[in-house]
């Protein structure tokens, strides 16, 4: 079924990994690009391996779904900070995508914004919060962090980290911008953005979405929009490389 690409929507496209069977597993790797297989065989960790193959299938399954290209026949390039984008020769104009993974799922944005963002992640990931959150959180969301119960603090911290990598990731600048520079605030409900001094960007071209498409996963998404502000879908996919 063919999707059609609305300029006021951001799809948010999701797999769980649990439901990645063998039989999408084997579609999957004949969809890859010979790099792509490369990447794959590369990976050590059967996790990660497993991620990166789902994330690249749903890319290419997804894509499908908006422009008549076979999943297969999709070529992607990737800037310096290794953003990856349609190849231009393709001749696919305003249709853009990003693409997050974690333990457990998989995700995709799809829209008409060129910069565009997502990230995922697991809220009960096994981290340290305590040494990791002064090095993520800017000042005022340090504050708040540190007046928060313990049980409190993980959704507080991953929905601010996940925001802030989507936010870095629809740059497409990569480890070049402090997220600590980088403040969330959801008191007026709606997340909103603002930067410090390091950061040269308007903070109102900024549209943010928190979203929780799993009762264990956290999404963030950023996007610039030229005009308005879109809304954002979450969507489905049961079955990747069948659509």
Known sequence: MKEILDLNRIDIWYHQLDEFTDENQAACLRLLSRPEQQRHDSISSHAARLQYLAGRGLVRTVLSRYHDIRPEMWRFVANRNDRPFIDPELGVAALHFNLSHTDGLVVCAIGSVEEIGVDVERRDRDICLDELAPVVLATAEMERFSKLSYMDRPEFFFAHWTLKEAYVKARGMGLSLPVKEVCVDFASGSPRISFTNPIDDDQ????????????????GVAAAPAAGSPTVELRRLQAISRG
């Open 204 to 219: 109102w071209r900024w549209r943010l979405w928190s979203l929780r498409p799993t009762k264990e996963h956290i999404v």
